[in-house]
């Protein structure tokens, strides 16, 4: 329950009341359409291992109608990525190499979205691993629980949006 209540504050924080219409929490995500871009979303926290840690990080699958973007996978980190960072996604015996800057990491291309959704489906967690800019290495962990669920809520969404 306290973990349900962190997810609904993050979502609360994350984007506008007005700006968005829930579509459903489905187990540790939730789905959400935006009409006023037009976009449709599926969004998750990442687990929290202290107080502050992952803070602020979250994994997303996006679709914006107009621009013909559909399931496009974003990940915002829980820190600042270095310069020359690479960025590592596992979900279960998969690996994805991903690309990123800053705070973000996305799939190279529509066809390693398409498998790193495949994958989520399969999977119970995933994990993005990096290296921060003091050189440290970082790991971002997601429950997928309901992902697949949430990520079929927004594609309805935005198809009946």
Known sequence: MRRLLF???FLLIAAPAS??????VFGQWGAFRDP???RCYAIAAAEQRGPDENAGAFASVGTWPQRQVRAQVHFRL???LAEDGQVVLRLGGEEFA???DSSDAWARDGQMDAAIIAAMRAASDMAISATDRTG???????????AATAVDAARVGCAQG
Request: glycine share 10%; charged share 35%.
């Open 7 to 9: 997810f609904l504050v």
């Open 19 to 24: 700006a968005r219409d829930s579509l459903g």
């Open 36 to 38: 006023e871009v037009p």
């Open 78 to 80: 829980s820190r600042r």
């Open 98 to 100: 991903l690309t990123g």
């Open 136 to 146: 440290r290495r970082f790991t971002d962990r997601y429950s997928l629980d309901g």
